[in-house]
């Protein structure tokens, strides 16, 4: 199956952007399933950082750990599950519009699954990001474009 892909134009720079949504401490301020992100070390985001992120699917939290695959700023990034049943991959990509002052954000996002997640995928995982990707979005705009 093909990856899920969005886009959406906000109106700061990619600097801004970029720096706002590679910081996994802002994932549960945008992303509806996302109920905690945090580093596993101290060091500047690098390629190989490792993040603990939990999301809550219906009633249930799954918690899993990503692993940075690239980065480069402030055009795009991309982080992959390392572990659990269901394993997901984003690439996100920043366009500079009008000279810089908006972006346009575009994510890439598919799962692997891996033991009993093989049937979650298809059946609960996609669809469920399919419905909640445009939401998290236009979360992504509103707080980006209203904060200070």
Same mark, same amino acid.
């Given at each position: 199956?093909? =990856? ?7 109106? #700061?720079? %990619?600097?801004?952007?970029? /720096? ?13 399933? =996302? *109920? /905690? ?5 101290d060091a500047p985001l690098h390629v190989g950082s490792k993040v603990a ?9 799954? !918690?899993?750990?990503?692993? *940075?695959?690239?980065?480069?700023? !402030? ?12 394993? $997901? ?11 810089? /002052?908006?972006?346009? *954000? ?6 692997? $699954?891996? $033991?009993?997640?093989? /049937?979650?995928? !298809? ?6 990001? #399919?419905?909640?990707? %445009? ?14």
């Amino acid at each position: 199956m093909s =990856a899920i892909r969005e886009s959406i134009d906000i109106s #700061r720079s %990619p600097a801004e952007v970029y /720096a706002y949504m590679t910081d996994p401490r802002h994932l549960p301020e945008w992303q509806d399933s =996302a *109920v /905690a992100a945090r580093r596993l070390d101290d060091a500047p985001l690098h390629v190989g950082s490792k993040v603990a992120v939990t999301r809550l699917i219906g009633k249930r939290e799954f !918690p899993m750990t990503m692993e *940075v695959m690239e980065l480069d700023p !402030p055009r795009s990034w991309r982080m992959h599950g390392i572990d659990g049943p269901v394993r $997901g991959d984003v690439r996100g990509t920043i366009e500079p519009l009008d000279d810089g /002052a908006r972006s346009r *954000v575009t994510l890439d996002l598919d799962f692997e $699954g891996h $033991g009993m997640g093989r /049937a979650l995928v !298809p059946l609960v995982v996609k669809p469920f990001a #399919r419905k909640e990707m %445009p939401k998290n979005e236009e979360k992504l705009k509103h707080l980006l474009e209203h904060s200070g």
